[in-house]
């Protein structure tokens, strides 16, 4: 062999061939070589020199340490059961407008994360992502208003486990399969999951309002609208409230009707959400020299997240007629929630690259429920009874053996 290596580069002198510096690494060298003739005075032996290069000039994150993953997750699974708690106490109405606040600092922190990795390049497509996960998020609170918080979480929360598990594990939407090595393991880990969320959908919470409720005041004789508690105006006058102001399309369906709206919306929400990295992905693995660390992609896909939900308000402003129903008091703990949600989703994009989609969206998708609940336990109190205490503990169990099962599986 270093004979044979000695005679290549010998040649290559003969010849005044100069050999670049390339920004690789090599990773392997083969040499074959054949005895034929050659017309040279370096004998007859002609050699290929092969050689596996690793491409270092994106940013690849191929060769970080597997526990940098877990760590991110872990990170993921704590931002993402706490990142509500801090809007708890306020009222939020129908949502839209908290949820623009929401994404507007979602969008601040992905321009910081932007900036601290150096201004990498921006994939428009990567914006895909962001619009599916706001499109999906708009419907949260009409699918709680039609069909309950417990059950809205279950139906999205297993589509959207069940939708990120598959793309990555079967490699739909033109992604590359990730296949965990321990296959068995991964079944077992997604099927506790999903059981999981349905112990979860069985506790009884007692919510108390806590929220002070503000709501859109008429007084007879003005025409503009205050944001005051019922009742009462700045004189101390006792005004009209004018309830039609909080219904919505949901209160005027039947049962039934409501039910299977709120069944549909709440499959494609889940849907949308459990395929809002793909693009990012897509990128990843079908772009040449695209950069192989999530975080690159974190600003593109908040940008899609920031845009989409500005239009949706801007709609929202128009179908109001101007009048949308804004509050004040959730500005900040909209803007504190969004920090949180935006830190946990970048975390995900790590742990997504570094575990693979079939590892860490079992893992993500049911571990912020633990920590949502125990929110309710230990600070709230909104979980009372030996009853609910005994599901949640199952629901626990089985929640961390299906997240010990899907991180194992990726261990060789």
Same mark, same amino acid.
Not at 215 to 231: A, F, K, W
Not at 320 to 331: D, G, W
């Given at each position: 062999?270093?004979?044979?290596?000695?005679?290549?580069?010998?040649?290559?002198?003969?010849?005044?061939?100069?050999?670049?510096?390339?920004?690789?690494?090599?990773?392997?060298?083969?040499?074959?070589?054949?005895?034929?003739?050659?017309?040279?005075?370096?004998?007859?032996?002609?050699?290929?020199?092969?050689?596996?290069?690793?491409?270092?000039?994106?940013? %690849?994150?191929?060769?970080?340490?597997?526990?940098?993953?877990? !760590?991110?997750?872990?990170?993921?699974?704590? $931002?993402?059961?706490?990142? &509500?708690?801090?809007?708890?106490?306020?009222?939020?109405?129908?949502?839209? &407008?908290?949820?623009?606040?929401? $994404?507007?600092?979602?969008?601040?922190?992905?321009?910081? !994360?932007?900036?601290?990795?150096?201004?990498?390049?921006?994939?428009?497509?990567?914006?895909?992502?962001?619009?599916?996960?706001?499109?999906? %998020?708009?419907?949260?609170?009409?699918?709680?208003?039609?069909?309950?918080?417990?059950?809205?979480?279950?139906?999205?929360?297993?589509?959207?486990?069940?939708?990120?598990?598959? *793309?990555?594990? &079967? @490699?739909?939407?033109?992604?590359?399969?990730? !296949?965990?090595?321990?296959?068995?393991?991964?079944?077992?880990?997604?099927?506790?999951?999903?059981?999981s969320a349905c112990i979860f959908a069985t506790v009884r919470s007692?919510?108390?309002?806590?929220?002070?409720?503000?709501?859109?005041?008429?007084?007879?004789?003005?025409?503009?609208?205050?944001?005051?508690?019922? *009742?009462?105006?700045?004189?101390?006058?006792?005004?009209?409230?004018?309830? #039609?102001?909080?219904? %919505?399309?949901?209160?005027?369906?039947?049962?039934?009707?409501?039910?299977?709206?709120?069944?549909?919306?709440?499959?494609?929400?889940? $849907?949308?959400?459990?395929?809002?990295?793909?693009?990012?992905i897509y990128v990843q693995d079908r772009y040449a020299n695209s950069?192989?660390?999530?975080?690159?992609?974190?600003?593109?896909?908040? *940008?899609?997240?920031?845009?989409? =939900?500005?239009?949706?308000?801007?709609?929202? $402003?128009?179908?109001? #007629?101007? #009048?949308?129903?804004?509050?004040?008091?959730?500005?900040?703990?909209?803007?504190? =929630?969004?920090?949180?949600?935006?830190?946990?989703?970048?975390?995900?994009?790590?742990? %997504?690259?570094?575990?693979?989609?079939?590892?860490?969206?079992?893992?993500?998708?049911?571990?912020? @429920?633990?920590?949502?609940?125990?929110?309710?336990?230990?600070?709230?109190?909104?979980? #009372?009874?030996?009853?609910? &205490?005994?599901?949640?503990?199952?629901?626990?169990?089985?929640? !961390?053996?299906?997240?010990?099962?899907?991180?194992?599986?990726?261990?060789?």
């Open positions: 062999m270093p004979r044979q290596l000695h005679q290549l580069l010998s040649m290559l002198q003969l010849y005044h061939i100069k050999i670049p510096v390339l920004k690789t690494s090599i990773k392997a060298v083969t040499l074959t070589g054949t005895a034929m003739p050659f017309n040279g005075t370096t004998g007859g032996t002609t050699m290929t020199l092969v050689m596996t290069t690793h491409n270092s000039s994106a940013s %690849n994150d191929t060769g970080t340490p597997i526990y940098w993953g877990y !760590i991110s997750a872990g990170v993921a699974v704590l $931002c993402y059961g706490s990142n &509500f708690v801090a809007v708890k106490k306020f009222e939020t109405g129908d949502g839209m &407008f908290f949820q623009w606040i929401l $994404c507007s600092a979602i969008w601040m922190t992905g321009l910081v !994360i932007n900036i601290i990795r150096g201004m990498p390049q921006f994939y428009m497509l990567s914006m895909l992502g962001g619009f599916l996960w706001a499109t999906g %998020n708009i419907t949260a609170v009409p699918i709680i208003k039609a069909i309950g918080l417990s059950l809205g979480m279950l139906i999205w929360g297993s589509f959207n486990l069940l939708t990120g598990w598959a *793309s990555g594990r &079967f @490699g739909m939407f033109g992604i590359h399969a990730e !296949i965990p090595p321990h296959q068995t393991l991964n079944y077992i880990g997604v099927g506790l999951a999903v059981f007692e919510v108390s309002g806590d929220a002070q409720p503000s709501r859109m005041i008429i007084i007879p004789g003005d025409t503009e609208e205050l944001l005051l508690p019922p *009742s009462v105006n700045q004189s101390g006058e006792t005004v009209h409230i004018d309830d #039609k102001s909080d219904e %919505n399309i949901m209160d005027r369906l039947s049962p039934l009707n409501k039910r299977i709206m709120g069944c549909a919306m709440s499959v494609v929400a889940g $849907c949308f959400y459990g395929i809002s990295f793909t693009p990012n950069s192989q660390n999530g975080l690159d992609y974190v600003f593109g896909h908040f *940008s899609g997240i920031y845009a989409t =939900s500005t239009i949706y308000f801007l709609i929202y $402003c128009v179908v109001m #007629k101007n #009048k949308p129903r804004v509050y004040p008091r959730a500005i900040l703990p909209s803007v504190i =929630s969004g920090v949180m949600w935006a830190i946990a989703t970048s975390c995900w994009f790590v742990a %997504n690259k570094t575990l693979s989609e079939p590892v860490a969206f079992p893992i993500i998708t049911t571990g912020p @429920g633990i920590v949502a609940s125990l929110w309710g336990v230990v600070v709230f109190r909104e979980v #009372k009874g030996r009853r609910n &205490f005994l599901i949640m503990g199952i629901a626990f169990t089985v929640t !961390i053996a299906g997240a010990v099962l899907c991180g194992v599986s990726k261990m060789k």
